[in-house]
């Protein structure tokens, strides 16, 4: 198990009363581990955003969401492709009525996919985060790339910024709409 873990204890009590009248008590024990941060990403829904490297912009778009996206150690293809589709479909979007009812591919905006580390990051303690959440670089890389390859076989607008890269990030925030996303795997019971 990888990430930041918690273990709940749990006790489970039955009372039962038998044929003959007593009541039989059981008793069940077993610790819950979730892990409880995985895949991250931080939407803002924009008019425009943009990605700025080495005074040379790798990235912009109109309407649409500027996503900041962190891997966490232990984080999969899998984890990506659920928060990939949730975001495609998470209405933040207003319609007819001002009611946000509407995805960013409902409103063909654009996607500008920035990766970001940083919010990995653990503010328990100190005043100096500590990311030993993430995902090595080589990891948080890997998994950024795919992400940005699955984004861009299922929507038309898909923007990028740099791996790696310092990145001077522009933004025009519209509303402002600001969410943040994350897949979680679910419980796993030990007895």
Request: aromatic share 8%; proline share 4%; charged share 15%.
């Amino acid at each position: 198990m990888s990430g930041i873990l918690d273990a709940t204890f749990v006790l489970i009590v039955l009372i039962m009363q038998n044929k003959h009248g007593y009541l039989n008590v059981a008793f069940e024990c077993r610790f819950l581990y979730i892990d409880w941060i995985k895949l991250i990403a931080l939407i803002q829904r924009v008019s425009h955003a943009s990605v700025v490297v080495d005074a040379m912009t790798v990235g912009a778009i109109n309407t649409g969401l500027m996503v900041l996206v962190c891997a966490e150690r232990g984080d999969t293809e899998k984890q990506a492709n659920a928060l990939l589709t949730k975001l495609l479909a998470y209405r933040v979007f207003g319609d007819d009525a001002g009611k946000m009812n509407r995805s960013v591919t409902d409103v063909s905006g654009g996607l500008l996919l920035v990766p970001q580390f940083t919010l990995a990051a653990d503010t328990n303690s100190g005043t100096r985060p500590s990311f030993t959440p993430a995902a090595a670089p080589q990891d948080g890389h890997r998994l950024f790339s795919y992400f940005v390859r699955q984004a861009q076989a299922r929507h038309s607008q898909v923007a990028t910024g740099l791996f790696g890269a310092n990145m001077q990030v522009t933004l025009t925030n519209d509303g402002p709409v600001t969410f943040w996303l994350q897949i979680k795997p679910p419980a796993a019971a030990c007895n």
